[in-house]
Structures are given as C-alpha cells and as structure tokens.
C-alpha cells in the first residue's frame, strides 16, 4: 500500500517556516521526503540549512515581496509547489478595541490577514495542479478572550478566505484548508500564562507542543487529505467542545453540570 503521509518527490514552501510551528512543519515535511523553502522576515539561512531546507526572506505584509520569495523559492527548489503554508503570524493583542492602537490594527491586520490573502494570490502562479495550500488561523477565530478583538478578527478572517479560495481554486484540484491551533508553546505562544489556562479550559488539559501541529499539516500536504479542501482544523486540545470538569468545578464546586 502506498504511504499515504509520504511528500516524497513534493516541493513545499512555508511562511514564517524558521520558528515555531512553521519550522516543525518544515522539519516534518522535509522528514516525509519534501523539497522545502522557508521564508521568513527574520534571517533563517542556517536554520535552513540545519534542516535541510531552502531559505529566502519575505514580509508577507508586502503584497510584491511575497511574489518574489515564491518566485525565488520555486527556483531554488526546482520547480512549482505542491504545497504552499501560509503561516507567518503575529501574536500582539491589545486591550479592548475601545482603547486599540491604530499601530497595533495596522501590523496585525497587515500580517495575519492581508499576509494570508497575498499568499492565495499569488501563490497558485507558482503551484502545480493537485496542490495543497494550508493557512494558519487559530482557535481565536472560534473562541473570543477579551482583548484579543484585532487578533480573532485577522485568525477569522483566513477561515472566510480558506473557504473561498477552495472554491476558486478547485477547478485546478488546489485544495485549501487551514489549521486552527490553540496555546502552543513558541515564542509566540503566551508561556505560563497559557499554560494555566490550557490546563483548565482544554479537554487535554494541557498546553500544545510545536509537534503536536505539525502531524496535521502533513496530513493537509498528503493524499491522505485529497477530498478535503475549505476547512478550518481545530487542534485546540478540545477547549472548543465547552467547559471542563476543571473549571465547573472551580465556578460551581461540583465538577457536574448543575441538574
Ligand atoms: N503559538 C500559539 O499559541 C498559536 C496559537 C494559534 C495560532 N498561532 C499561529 O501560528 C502561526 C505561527 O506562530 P508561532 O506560534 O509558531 O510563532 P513564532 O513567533 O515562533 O513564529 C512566527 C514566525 O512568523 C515570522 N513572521 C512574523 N512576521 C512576519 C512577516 N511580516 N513576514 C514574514 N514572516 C513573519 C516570524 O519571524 C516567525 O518566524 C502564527 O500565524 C500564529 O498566529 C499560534
């Protein structure tokens, strides 16, 4: 039987692919035999060549910079994609929108939504038929936390996007979904904090680690996905399914529902 996970004689290219769940992603990917371009607005050469990938620099925030590095990725790796991973993101959340900064609007929305939306644009000039596309949007894009308005509204925004895109891009055999991750342990991810609140709130009761996203990606970049396009993965350890044990217990004393 074939090996349905494998991305053996694949080329992929991957945003923000030098750190976090980006290059676990790319570690995975370049593991089940992929030709992989890390892009990223932080240096990565040798991050790269660490795991033997390919890098260029973009700011996804910069519609003719992302053009370029999937113009230039493609020549580095030989070819078009067959999987492009937009996920380069920014965590920043502000305070109420009431007192939001027009800064903080700006970066956020320039990066985690227009960033996705250059990336659908562009992207399909440099991919073959039968590709992949997978977005990065969060468990913000379901679950609101005060305070994180501009943040959800951009992770939602790439759920809205995902399912269009896999509408215009079907005639092509593109598929486009995106994963929605919840707290995961990198630098972006809010560290203690986040983890006293997975621990509650989440059914697993725990933080995520980078590896627990990256398996799912590869799942989207593989045949073992190939009906799937236009959706929004949660991998939220559960928090999504409502309250836990844990926290009914915490509000009511009785970790049952009230009867
Ligand atoms: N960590 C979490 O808890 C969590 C939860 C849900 C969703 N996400 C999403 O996962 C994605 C990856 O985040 P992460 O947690 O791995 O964080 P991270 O900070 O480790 O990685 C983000 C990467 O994006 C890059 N980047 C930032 N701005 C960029 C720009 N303008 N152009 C190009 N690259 C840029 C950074 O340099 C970095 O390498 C983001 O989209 C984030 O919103 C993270």
Same mark, same amino acid.
């Given at each position: ?27 995975? /990917?370049?593991? $089940? ?37 999937? $113009? ?8 078009? /994609? ?19 900064? $027009? ?97 509650? /709130? ?16 590869? /799942? #989207? ?11 929004? #993965? ?26």
């Amino acid at each position: 039987m074939t090996d349905l996970f494998s991305l053996a004689g694949k080329r992929a290219f991957i945003t923000g692919g030098t750190s976090g769940i980006g290059r676990a992603v790319a570690e995975a /990917f370049v593991a $089940q035999g992929a030709t992989v371009a890390v892009a990223d607005i932080t240096d990565g050469t040798a991050i790269a060549k660490e795991i033997g990938a390919h890098f260029v620099s973009v700011d996804v925030s910069n519609e003719e910079s992302v053009r370029k590095a999937l $113009q230039q990725a493609a020549e580095l790796c030989g070819g078009n /994609f067959d999987t492009v991973v937009l996920n380069a993101g920014v965590g920043d959340v502000g305070p109420t929108f009431e007192k939001t900064k $027009q800064a903080l609007i700006e970066k956020v929305t320039k990066i985690n939504h227009w960033g996705v939306l250059y990336g659908l644009k562009h992207a399909p000039a440099y991919m073959n038929d039968g590709g992949s596309i997978i977005s990065t949007s969060s468990m913000a894009a379901f679950i609101n936390l005060p305070g994180a308005g501009v943040y959800s509204a951009g992770k939602r925004a790439v759920t809205s996007m995902t399912e269009m895109a896999a509408l215009e891009l079907g005639a092509r055999s593109i598929r486009v979904n995106c994963v929605c991750p919840g707290y995961t342990a990198t630098a972006l991810g809010s560290g203690e904090e986040g983890q006293k609140l997975c621990e509650a /709130f989440t059914a697993l009761g725990r933080v995520a680690t980078v590896d627990d996203m990256a398996g799912v990606y590869v /799942f #989207l970049a593989s045949v073992a996905s190939a009906y799937m396009t236009g959706q929004s #993965l949660k991998v939220d350890g559960g928090w999504g399914c409502g309250p836990t044990e844990k926290l009914l217990e915490l509000v009511t004393g009785d970790s049952a529902a009230p009867g």
